[in-house]
């Protein structure tokens, strides 16, 4: 019988401290996340001193408490897998630098992770990948089409030019005075509103993949300042409504565009706005009506950043002989598709 592979997962690269221990990269064994979003939610936004001040306070604690949960000592794990990048450079630095210490001390393969790869195979941890797939990343701090032909292989068709569908959300979040982050507000707010107020859609050049949602941002920045001028009152509810709509629309229709195109068998959604009600359920019907393809959306908790992620990426890149030395540093602009050869 073969043996399981065991891999740590270390994740630092924004708000949350974690560690996670998954076996066969599709079981976890233990999942720890801190998180951070109380000390950042008086700032309305992550502020990158006080998240390196908080990784370097609990990341021994978090490791510590991951090989507690899932009974083990660092000579169960075959590997370490951690977020290279992208990230705030002070926090990704913290998770680098303890999985390199854990690395040279226990003598343990070091395997180097993208922070989207990350977020795409969240879903192996709920069910099977099938190949091809495309992957709808919706973040903070992204917004991609990735194409995946194979296991492990990563093409970028389509990014955001501007802001990231969650940083949208999160400053429109900020107009209508409601706490950091703003995406469940708004997300909660929308289902009680109407689509009423017209906002743009940037489908940008025909064919185009790529995402821009600060033209939607500043068209709702406006819209509320010129009712304050003219003295009219706005429903916060509708701007939620008709802000959602917009983001939810372009997002579905490039998503499903894109899956026709590349005949995909599978369309995994990731990252912290995978989370939304009026996504899920917009995939879900625009979904229901391609017969070729599954739609896997994971469950909440594996959504949002966390390093049970890290190690399902890590687990098949570890596979696949990717390694990193003792050299390793934190890459804030870390390229997805370096991992493909
Ligand atoms: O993936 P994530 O935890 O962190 C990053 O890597 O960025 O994503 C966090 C983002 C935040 O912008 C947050 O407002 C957004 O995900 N978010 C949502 C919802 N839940 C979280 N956005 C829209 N609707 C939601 N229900
Ligand atoms: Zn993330």
Known sequence: MKKDQVILGIETSCDETAAAIVINGCEIAANVVASQIESHKRFGGVVPEIASRHHVE?????????LQQANM???????I????????????????????????????????????AGHIYANRLVTELKF?????????????LVY??????????????????????????????MPYPGGPHI???????????????????EGSYDFSFSGLKSAVINTVHNAQQRGQTIKPEDLAASFQDSVVEVLVTKTVKAAEE?????????????????????????????????????????????????AAAGSVLFEKGVRA???????????????NA
């Open 262 to 310: 590349y005949r995909v068998k599978q369309v995994i959604v990731a990252g912290g706005v995978a989370a939304n009600k009026g996504l899920r359920s917009a995939l879900e019907t625009a979904f229901s009506e391609i017969e070729e393809v599954d739609l896997v959306i994971p469950p909440l908790s594996l959504c949002t950043d966390n390093a049970a992620m890290i």
């Open 132 to 144: 091809p797939l495309l992957a709808l990343v919706v973040s903070g701090g992204h917004t991609e």
């Open 187 to 205: 997300d909660r707010l929308a289902h009680e509103g109407s689509p009423v107020i017209d906002l743009p859609r940037a489908w940008l050049e």
């Open 148 to 177: 995946m032909k194979e296991q492990g292989h990563f093409e970028v068709i389509g990014e955001t030019r501007d802001d990231a569908a969650g940083e949208a959300y999160d400053k429109v979040a900020r107009v209508l005075h």
């Open 73 to 79: 000592t660092m000579a169960d794990i075959d590997a």
């Open 325 to 339: 030395d003792i050299s390793l540093n934190a890459n804030p602009g870390l390229d997805i598709e370096i991992f």
């Open 81 to 116: 897998a951690v977020t290279e990048g992208p990230g705030l450079v002070g926090a990704l630095l913290i998770g680098v630098n303890a999985a390199k210490a854990l690395a040279f001390a226990h003598n343990k393969p070091l395997v180097p992770v993208h922070h989207i």
């Open 58 to 66: 609990q990341i021994t604690i978090v490791l510590e408490e991951v």
